[in-house]
């Protein structure tokens, strides 16, 4: 099973960009699918953006598509997550995850989440 620790969350005026990295730990990283999910306090997390194992597909939330952009680094074992024109309502706890099959339906693993606050 993968490890997943997130960083690069933090306070952004709206306007703003930051980028989220995901760490993953094992050697087999390159054979996951992962995505990006975000959990807003008192909502359901959500589906972000996930990207298969090659890295040859991905796929978004229609309210991050346009903004967003994930990608992956396999040589490097790490998940990106580019924001841009971030909004208040993009504020939540953002988490990645890894899909064992490689093409990021059905997550298995989970990093602790990092957070990101959007002021207006």
């Known amino acids: 099973q993968v490890q997943l620790v997130e960083s690069g969350g933090g306070l952004v005026q709206a306007g703003g960009s930051l980028r989220l990295s995901c760490a993953a730990s094992g050697r087999t990283f390159s054979s996951y699918g992962m995505g990006w999910f975000r959990q807003a306090p008192g909502k359901e997390r959500e589906f972000v953006a996930g990207?298969?194992?090659?890295?040859?597909?991905?796929y978004y939330a229609d309210s991050v598509k346009g903004r967003f952009t994930i990608s992956r680094d396999n040589a490097k074992n790490t998940l990106y997550l580019k924001m841009n024109s971030l909004k208040p309502e993009d504020t939540a706890r953002y988490y990645c995850a890894a899909d064992p099959s490689g093409y990021a339906k059905s997550f298995a693993s989970w990093g602790q989440g990092t957070q990101v606050t959007v002021s207006s």
């Open positions: 990207v298969t194992w090659t890295g040859g597909s991905s």
